[in-house]
């Protein structure tokens, strides 16, 4: 058993100890909704040990729910809490640990038709974008909240936070997809980032609006049809372990980190993949379906063997994009490379290097023989990456590296790892991916072309919406 396992096993199974309020008299409740709270740890349930450092307890959680009087309020759900048998700060949190509380959740959907996770907020937007991803046919709100100040001190957030976000998530017109709640504003789960480490308005939707602010207003939720699932792309349930961060800085001697780079692009050993199997109550991936049976590499009848059956077997799996693919310059000549590492760029400004190496040139080149894909994000928090815009990031252009377009940095790392770990999707596939808009983590940019395609005409009509801040009155008569 991997030490993965291990850490995911004390995660979970959760304490099958469900804890229900009891409320004063469910006859006079406006809310019939029920919705399941699940804590995963962070700073909301922490108490200072003998140092003065926060830490996780197990104890408290039932304390401080006991003091949530406003739970009783008849506009409030029904609310059932469970947590992770071991709580932990969330710079600890894995992507084991993103998929057994997306296959908890997804276990408990027929029972809830809300969720809230409290979870540390250092780590809050990764689990956000990797929950977007995993949970995209869940239709309903999956709400990650948390605390800069735990609940057991004076001047909590954790109290409104968590409030809200219960309220939010049994509300029926609430989005249905998954968000996090913090301060006074929900976001979309693969667009926020937690941009202050002391601020109580911790977070932020750099590249758009939140989803809702919460306002004295009565227009409640106007619009919120349209935010909803862009693509029925599925995904297996897995992620690459092998995604690698590195930050270009002014003063760096770039041979440090191109040497770093070719260290990670000649890495030896087998690819690390963590994965669960995917809910059975997911609508079976059609390729999958019809090539039930079929081994990696062996061709499934009626196809030819070779590039053209894997290639078939993906486009089958990605609605929106098989004409697109088809227009994508994977020619016949195209040498058919399953990459296994990814390399993160994290460049200035729109995508920019310093000018003039010829060994990241060259490096950049070799990148795709040796099954690695390097990805630009930005050292910036909002705009876009736009790579060629400059002289100075041309070298990336001509070399085929990912653009991550608006993507926060750790939605992009998050949808990489995805398809990465798919372990079966070309250079260009994972390319064309990266840029195209699954679950609302990118807008699509009409000055940009993806290897030279044309965008497919359906994408404009499927890309996200403008995010519009729905202004919220609290509390509402619920429908
Ligand atoms: N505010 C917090 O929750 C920070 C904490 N270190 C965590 O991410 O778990």
Redesign the pocket.
Known sequence: MSPESDTCARFLPLNSELHQRHYHDPKTRNNTRTVLVINT????F?QKDATGA?C?SADSVLDVLDRLFELDHPNMPVVHWVQATEQ??????KPLHWLSLAEYIHSKKDKYQGFVVT??????AYTGAALSFLLHSLHCPVIIT????PLSQPMSDGRSNVLAAIYLAGHSKTHREVSIFFHDALHRGNRSTKFS?TQMN?FTSPNGQPLIRLAVDPDIFPGNEKIEHYDHYRFDWKFSNNIYVLRLEPSQDLRAMLALMRFIMDGDGEPSVVQLPPPPALPPCQPRGQDAGTRPGQAPEGHPPGRKSKMRKSLDRTPLSRKAMLEAQVDGNARRIVPTRAIIIEAFGSGNVPEGNPLLKQLLMEAKAKKTVIAITSQCLGGRVDIGSYAAGSDFNASGCIHTGDMTSEAAYVKLALLLGQGDLIHEEISFLMTTNLRGEISHSKKHKIHGRQPDPRESAEQAPAEVATPLLVPSPLE
Not at 41 to 44: K, L, S
Not at 119 to 124: A, I, K, L, R, V
């Open positions: 740890g962070g700073t909301i922490m926060l996780n932990i700060d969330s710079s600890s949190m979870h540390g907020t250092d780590t809050m948390g605390a800069q100040v480490s911790a």
